[in-house]
């Protein structure tokens, strides 16, 4: 079965930066897009930022600028490279990949934005 884990989360200051990694188990050629979501205490999920496995991105509204994806084919590796960090990106972070007929969903790592 698809495996998918996460890593990079940790506590930083506002206005830093942080960069979230996510390995798959399998070549990642193999969904059709990749994701990060992301769940806040009192919120629901949402997502953050997508790529397809034709390299398109796509990013929720509350992140647009400040975040980027990007991916490792060769590592089967999605990255999350998070600048300009606010309290309110705060949460538990969830890697994603679609594949033929099935989600797959990593354990999540926490991100916590503080003085």
């Known amino acids: 079965q698809v495996q998918l884990v996460e890593s990079g989360g940790g506590l930083v200051q506002p206005g830093g930066s942080l960069r979230l990694s996510c390995v798959a188990s399998?070549?990642?050629?193999?969904?059709?897009?990749m994701g990060w979501y992301r769940q806040g205490p009192g919120n629901q999920r949402e997502l953050v930022a997508e790529?397809?496995?034709?390299?398109?991105?796509n990013y929720g509204d509350s992140v647009k600028g400040r975040f980027t994806i990007a991916r490792d084919i060769a590592k089967n590796s999605v990255y999350l490279e998070m600048n300009r960090l606010k309290p309110e990106d705060t949460g538990d972070y969830f890697c994603?990949?679609?594949?033929?007929?099935?989600?797959?969903w990593g354990q999540g790592t926490q991100v916590t934005v503080s003085s």
């Open positions: 790529i397809t496995a034709g390299g398109n991105t």
């Open positions: 994603h990949a679609q594949g033929y007929l099935m989600a797959y």
């Open positions: 399998t070549t990642i050629w193999d969904f059709s897009d």
